[in-house]
């Protein structure tokens, strides 16, 4: 029933690659003219691993007593690695906004263009890293709520045992990968971008043995945060494991290249703090795991995998938020303000409250579909294992 | 030289999509025209026939978009700027359509529900294609204006010439007739729905004529460089290949050899996007923006090539694969 639900979000996920890839021109021509040529490429190959993923998917889904079990499972991998690999293509595009190379821009044109060295922008191994990691820890716990909640009905579902122990195991391996790679991303950033990095953090005046902010409230003003839980010299420790290294803060920057410094702290604090409830869930599952030799199913704990269900999702959103909001105003870091990039045509806020009544609306179907399609026929899921069993 | 290889693969990717995704609004025109006591197994049989490769014909469409940006990106930012309204309106078309036909087959199977999505399916398959034979016919027109600074006129030229309407017209007929066509073939084990989509192929098919005629006539006037083009020494032979084939597939039907029609419908569509690039070559837009003028440079273009030789020679088989698992079906 999962390759069922991925087909309705594959359509949708269809659907709307193809507004996004005309997206980029209609919204930001300006941007497109300058960066086409240098970070196209990973765009066609994601074009090209996307293509693929569509094929064997159509495969798959269609061929389930059309094809020999193995190379019906060879399809489901092949979908599943070119998936992994086209949001690799695609965040090594975002990476070389953050973090430009391969060209040299001479009287406002770009020369020397090198598309290979922009895909190895010095940004691209921390940003896919998280990425990828990241997908998994989010499918792999809101999988497991959803399982865990038809559990919480009916305790003794073989079909939804095995599924939750699989989604539960992807998403609690995952997690501690994704908090040391969240380490590494942070040092990164502060190496590459430490405007943004310091907007994160709200980290305001420059000094040594800087403290660590959580919470609280920026005020670009007085620049202060207030009401913030601060962790002495936390800040120095995670960023060059020294507790006294002197970290540069907002203060050191012009105030045209500020991020909005509450959005992106708020995003930053917002993401971390679902990576760590995640990560605790994580730690609880394998204790219980461990002591009773079998997959923990105390009401309790059901309970709270699904509530927890959305946290990755969030996660990923608001990771995106600080990315993105914390390398304004820049589009391309250091070469290209947004305020230049963006289309000339005139009442561009129309188009953008249809398409977001649309994908409002899509998102809502979406939801009622994929809800139908698992409320519905719960003698469907003997069939399912059956399935399941056959491949 | 690599800029027009690389134009050739977005000429061919074009003709693919109208192939493949262009039969896929075609038939959505149909489910929204089924008529009579059949219309339901009409529908039925449409949807069957979408149904395998569905919405990832879109990729054509997402290919040609990706290689306009990466090997001439200041072409593609002087299109999506000048013809931002109808491309909107485009994609518009396309979300309602592609997520109408998966909600209606996996919503409620009773009559109402199933009907809202049909109208709201079929509708959109009539204004999509109207909308992007309208966009191609307006990088013809001659009526984009591109100086030094950018786009000098505006975001209404041309797309709403009468060259741009006569196009979008002569796009949603020819997908129509395309998807009837293939339909003929796909619904051979049901002779009475057969018969139904060969009345619809052949009309469809005879409407053609006239249609690509006004627009042959509205170019004179309305886009005199794709004219000139059509008056090339090569063009009346690429003319007399279009029509006979057009007149081969309606014969084809007309004595029920539906293989055969189908073979000479995808020539027939072939030739008609291939001759219509060669005539507007090397315009991108017309008059300013050639493909020399609008290129990436030579590292990128070169990747580029090698990229999509790659890709064709690891893709193509798969995704013959694919087709040979369910059309091939019907062979057996």
Known sequence: RWARGAAILFA??????????????????????HAGAIIGMPFSLEGFAFFAEAIFLGLYLYGWDRLSPILHWICGLLVALNGMLSGIFVVTANAWMNAPTGFRMVDGKAVDVDPIAAMLNPA???ETLHMTLAAYVATGFAVAAVHAFFLLR??????????????LAVGCISIPLQILSGDF??????????????????????????????????????????????????????????????????????????????????????????????????????WLWWRRRRLPDATWFLRSLVLAGP????????????????????????????SEAVTPMPGIALPFFVFTVIYILLALAVIYLLRRQFLKAPESVDKATAASTHV | MFEEIVAA?????????????GADYGGGCWDLLARGPRATRQRRAIARAIGPIWEANHVWLILVVVLLFTGFPRGFAIIMTALNIPLT?????????GSAFAFRKYDRRDEPVQRRWSVLFGGASFLTPLIQGMTLGALATGQIRAGSTGLTTGFLAGWLSPFAWSCGVFALSLFAFLAATYLTVDTEKEPDLQEDFRARALWSGLLLGPIAAVVFLVSREGAPAMFEGLTRWWAPYLLGATILLGLGAIVALWQRRYRWARMAAIGEVSLILGGWSLAQYPHLIVPDI??????????????????????????????????????????R
Request: aromatic share 10%; charged share 15%.
């Open chain 1, 12 to 33: 949708v996920g269809a659907v709307s690659g193809t507004v996004l890839s005309f997206e980029l021109g209609l919204l930001w021509p300006g941007f497109m003219e």
């Open chain 1, 124 to 126: 691209s191994l921390h």
């Open chain 1, 154 to 167: 009916k305790r003794t579902s073989t079909f939804h045992r095995g599924a939750l122990a699989i989604a």
């Open chain 1, 185 to 286: 991303s942070a040092r990164k950033v502060a190496q590459l971008q430490p405007a943004k990095l310091a907007a994160m953090e709200a980290h305001y005046q420059t000094g040594k043995g800087a403290p660590l902010l959580i919470g609280g409230l920026p005020n670009d003003k007085t620049q202060s945060t207030r009401f913030a839980l601060r962790i002495p010299k936390g800040l120095s420790l995670l960023i060059a494991h020294d507790p006294s290294a002197r970290i540069p803060g907002l203060e050191e920057f012009p105030r045209a290249d500020w991020p909005n410094v509450r959005l992106v702290h708020w995003s930053f604090d917002l993401m971390v703090g679902s990576g760590f409830i995640l990560f605790a869930i994580a730690l609880t599952s394998g």
């Open chain 1, 311 to 338: 946290l990755g999702f969030i996660a990923i959103e608001a990771g995106w938020m600080v990315t993105e909001l914390g390398r304004q105003p820049w589009i391309i870091y250091g070469v290209m303000r947004t």
């Open chain 2, 9 to 21: 693969f977005m000429v061919a990717a074009l003709i693919l999509y109208a192939l493949m995704g």
């Open chain 2, 89 to 97: 309106l485009m994609l518009i078309g396309i979300v309602l359509r």
């Open chain 2, 290 to 331: 050639t493909l020399q003028a609008s290129r990436a440079p030579d590292a990128t273009l070169r990747l580029l090539t090698i990229a999509l030789c790659l890709g064709a020679v690891l893709l193509l088989p798969s995704l013959y694969f694919l087709f040979h698992i369910f059309k091939g079906e019907e062979s």
